[in-house]
């Protein structure tokens, strides 16, 4: 069984577009995070939602928007996509906010051209 | 703002010898340090954490220990072995609502045989 499962876990697209990534996790969590890991391997959290709300919302672009439909699924979409977008995204969920261990997922491996 | 930081940047040991890495915090409301593990291509994982009601913690091979009035804390790695190799993470976070997830900048571990 897979605990957190994201997907696609490779996509490649051209600067401008839009894409979506999605994420699901089967553990129970009440927490879903989403993190960039740049190509220094520098990993920043981006977003975290509890039970469906907003609750982490770092200083990210406002083309970056996260979407929680259920405590299971945290999707994320990017508008007009940039170089600097290049990155792997990895999603995440844990027990409880900020102080519990948490779950990622394979990562998304997002390549701007 | 609040920061994590991690060193060494790389550290490179004899299989059977000792690793240790270190990370200081700023925030002293932080009271959650877990340790993730990353290998080559692969997703993070957590390999011990600790929390700021004791100084020190074991699991086989692994210690982490922390200094709440200095504001760090420790990787300590025994009797290394080839699988240890990877990217290693420290992170800091507290309960509070107005806390962050700050991570380290990561160690790449290597060791060799």
């Known amino acids: 069984d897979t605990a957190v499962s994201q997907t696609p876990k490779y996509l490649v697209t051209q600067m401008g577009n839009d894409k979506s990534i999605k994420c699901e996790q089967n553990l129970g969590h009440d927490t879903m995070y989403w993190y960039k890991q740049d190509s220094k391997k520098f990993l920043k959290i981006m977003f975290s939602y509890n039970n469906k709300e907003l609750i982490i919302n770092e200083t990210v672009p406002n083309r970056f928007s996260p979407k929680s439909p259920d405590k299971a699924h945290l999707n994320l979409h990017i508008n007009s996509l940039e170089l600097g977008d290049s990155a792997v995204y990895f999603c995440a969920s844990s027990q409880r906010i900020r102080t519990d261990t948490q779950y990622f997922g394979p990562g998304t491996r997002l390549t701007v051209l | 703002g609040e920061n994590v930081e991690q060193h060494p940047s790389t550290l490179s040991v004899q299989e059977g010898d000792s690793a240790v890495i270190k990370c200081t915090y700023s925030?002293?409301?932080?009271?959650?340090f877990p340790w993730y593990k990353q290998e080559l291509g692969k997703r993070p994982q957590l390999i011990i954490d600790?929390?700021?009601?004791?100084g020190e913690k074991k699991d086989q091979r692994i210690a982490v220990t922390l200094n709440k009035t200095a504001k760090h804390f420790s990787l300590h790695i025994t009797e290394t072995q080839p699988e240890d190799s990877a990217v290693y993470f420290c992170a800091a976070s507290s309960d509070s609502s107005a806390s962050k997830i700050i991570f380290g900048s990561g160690t790449r571990l290597s060791i060799r045989p």
């Open positions: 925030d002293s409301a932080s009271n959650y």
């Open positions: 600790i929390r700021s009601n004791v």
